[in-house]
């Protein structure tokens, strides 16, 4: 059996946008069950029209996906590239006796 994710079928644009009450009716009826309708010009499945309830389901799942890419991306990215806080703090500039007083300054806020 063909997974439903995989384009078995696929309509030209202008068919999909012809039946697109049909497949929203269907899609209402069918719920979550309804077909993933690929489509796209010259039958190539460069869009796929998934029923909302659906995507209800795999939303999350997609979301996850993504925010797991963009932390892979900013991994690779930084990989190496991180600063000691010394180092941070002699690119700003900051004298350790700033520093200091600083941390002071916040502990005597916090203990009011």
């Known amino acids: 059996m063909a997974s439903p994710f995989t384009p078995t079928r696929v309509l030209d644009t202008s068919e999909a946008r012809k039946g697109l009450s049909r497949l929203a009716a269907k899609a209402r009826e069918q719920g979550a069950r309804s077909e993933i309708v690929f489509c796209g010009p010259y039958r190539h499945p460069d869009l796929a029209i998934v029923p ?29 590239g991180g600063v000691s806080p010394d180092e941070l703090i002699e690119s700003l500039g900051v004298s350790d006796e700033d520093v200091e007083a600083a941390v002071a300054r916040i502990e005597a806020a916090s203990i009011r």
């Open 52 to 80: 909302a309830a659906l995507l209800e389901i795999i939303g999350p799942y997609i979301e996850d996906i993504l925010i797991a890419e963009r932390v892979s991306t900013r991994r690779a990215e930084y990989q190496g």
